[in-house]
T-cell receptor, first 116, second 115 residues
């Protein structure tokens, strides 16, 4: 099956610094990628939708200047958390939708971000 | 706006028994997809089963089957012969066929399997 990877799987950073999370579709092309945030014992909340070569569309309440998303190619999207604060600590999951079978959506393994 | 509701925060089942997880949704669309995802402690989202709304036949995948009631907007998951490895969070999800539309998730049901 199709595989989506995320790197890093776990990152600790100091408050005020920025951290970049990569999401790659390994064996398929993804025109659309989604970034979700998941707090402990809660559901996935969509942060933004990105299309290759276009600006991301952010959900209401998500600061686009704080969570920078770049979908530079059909296999790579990045989420950069700028000037991170402890409240940004969370589990971030990316998901990629395949070009051919548009109903297939594959999830990455997630990245645990801890801001100290 | 489409919403997905899972009214059972937690469920428990004895090993080898059958359990049903409930899901309802609200939409004005006629064409859409419904999904059940499993999220084990590793937190990797795993697709359990998918149902296309235009199909009247309920989807099945080995021990997993759904009861899709389109008029009632209900989409329950039945797990037969429950195994210890089935213990996880289960999320019901909805999306339309349009490429940019995201997937909407329910709040989740935590399933415990007792040996």
């Amino acid at each position: 099956g199709a595989v989506v990877s995320q790197h890093p799987s776990w990152v600790i950073c100091k408050s005020g610094t920025s951290v970049k999370i990569e999401c790659r579709s390994l064996d398929f092309q993804a025109t659309t990628m989604f970034w979700y945030r998941q707090f402990p014992k809660q559901s996935l909340m969509l942060m933004a939708t990105s299309n290759e070569g276009s600006k991301a569309t952010y959900e209401q309440g998500v600061e686009k200047d704080k969570f920078l998303i770049n979908h530079a190619s059909l296999t790579l999207s990045t989420l950069t958390v700028t000037s991170a604060h402890p409240e940004d600590s969370s589990f971030y999951i990316c998901s990629a939708r395949e070009v051919i079978h548009s109903y297939e959506q594959y999830f990455g393994p997630g990245t645990r971000l801890t801001v100290t | 706006a489409q919403t997905v509701t899972q009214s059972q925060p937690e469920m428990s089942v004895q090993e080898a028994e059958t359990v049903t997880l409930s899901c309802t949704y609200d939409t004005s669309e006629s064409d859409y997809y419904l999904f059940w995802y499993k999220q084990p402690p590793s937190r990797q989202m795993i697709l359990v089963i998918r149902q296309e709304a235009y199909k009247q036949q309920n989807a099945t995948e080995n021990r997993f089957s759904v009861n899709f009631q389109k008029a009632a907007k209900s989409f329950s998951l039945k797990i037969s012969d429950s195994q210890l490895g089935d213990a996880a969070m289960y999320f019901c999800a909805y999306r339309t066929p349009y490429n940019n539309n995201d997937m909407r998730f329910g709040a989740g049901t935590r399933l415990t399997v007792k040996p």
